[in-house]
């Protein structure tokens, strides 16, 4: 299964990141850009016997390594293609 | 005492660490490799800043799985003494051993100047030489020193005393133009509740001798090798 994951900074905790980028956009005329936050996307493979399987497993990694929930928000997409 | 000072990939001042504690200190210290267990008796493990594994997915985060920290961690629970110095503080709020995190300079440069810190507490191994209110002068070298937690946190950090370290102005205060990163508070150095584990940014170990500018770091030092000389002496 193919598993895209969204990690992206709480709402609430300060992205200078996604600040600096409105600010360009502002810049180059896009003036109707809001609220832009800048985050990581991954995509990777598992091999697991069914989707919940997958799920539990994928929440798993993303609670211990590839998010830090202490600043971060995180959500994942499991597709059958890989 | 027995000093360790661990190097992982990409850690840079390991041997700033090594050479402080050695030579202007005089301390028996070793280097220990991430890839190792944490064998022998140590005294006070020292991670040391830098940039452990590319800071890769975030700074910290990848240092946490080495063999060597799960030694660090057991270590800390056993009540054993931790210093995290930039890098190595970040390792430490990766590994749950501190609370918050850090992030991105508010600025988003990287930054690297010398600044005031204030002492807040001083009832600590890591500050028992010092006095309450105590200005030291330190360097900084960091992107990602941002301190962070939320509020249940931040409220159990004053409730406990653990806020170590603020940056400061020239005068003491802890002003907004002193806050290099945008730290929650100005905030530069925590403990844990336990009080034996000490994370900060600023750097010590390159402010131990006149001719670097600064030789206030070395009180941190200093207070440690005091604690433990204490923690001997009440141990027989």
């Not at chain 1, 609430?12 to 600040?19: I, T």
């Not at chain 1, 091999?47 to 971060?72: F, G, H, Q, Y």
Request: charged share 25%; aromatic share 8%; net charge neutral.
């Amino acid at each position: 299964m193919r598993v895209r994951i969204f990690v992206l900074l709480k709402e609430g905790v300060l992205d200078p990141q996604g600040n600096a980028i409105e600010r360009s956009l502002h810049t180059l005329g896009y003036g109707e850009v809001q609220n832009v936050r800048a985050g990581k996307y991954l995509e990777l493979n598992v091999d697991a016997p069914s989707r919940a399987v997958a799920e539990l497993r994928v929440r798993e990694m993303c609670d211990k390594l590839l998010a830090n929930t202490v600043i971060e928000d995180y959500r994942f997409e499991i597709s059958s293609e890989s | 005492m027995r000093w360790g000072v661990i190097t992982f990939p990409g850690s840079c001042d390991d041997q700033d660490v090594f050479d402080s504690l050695k030579l202007e200190l005089r301390q028996k210290v070793k280097f220990l490799w991430h890839k190792d267990e944490l064998a022998g008796n140590y005294d006070c493990i020292v991670l040391p800043g830098g940039f452990s594994y590319g800071d890769y997915l975030r700074c910290g985060a990848m240092a946490r799985f080495s063999p060597i920290m799960q030694g660090v961690v057991k270590f800390a629970r056993s009540g054993g003494l931790v210093l995290g110095i930039c890098n190595g503080f970040q390792i430490l709020c990766e590994s749950g051993l501190l609370p918050g995190a850090l992030m991105r300079n508010a600025g988003l440069q990287f930054v690297c100047q010398p600044v005031y810190l204030r002492t807040e507490e001083t009832d600590t191994p890591f500050t028992g030489a010092l006095k309450k209110g105590q200005m030291l002068k330190m360097p900084i070298k960091h992107g990602e020193g941002c301190y962070y937690a939320d509020l249940q946190t931040l409220e159990r950090l004053h409730k406990n005393r653990q806020i170590l370290l603020r940056y400061v102005d020239a005068k003491g205060r802890p002003a907004a133009a002193a806050n290099p990163n945008g730290s929650l508070e100005n905030i530069a150095g925590i403990c844990n509740e336990k009080r034996n584990v000490f994370g900060l940014m600023p750097h010590p170990e390159v402010a131990c001798n006149r001719i670097l500018g600064s030789e206030d770091g070395a009180k941190i030092f200093t207070s440690i090798a005091a604690a433990c000389a204490d923690r001997a002496k009440s141990h027989g």
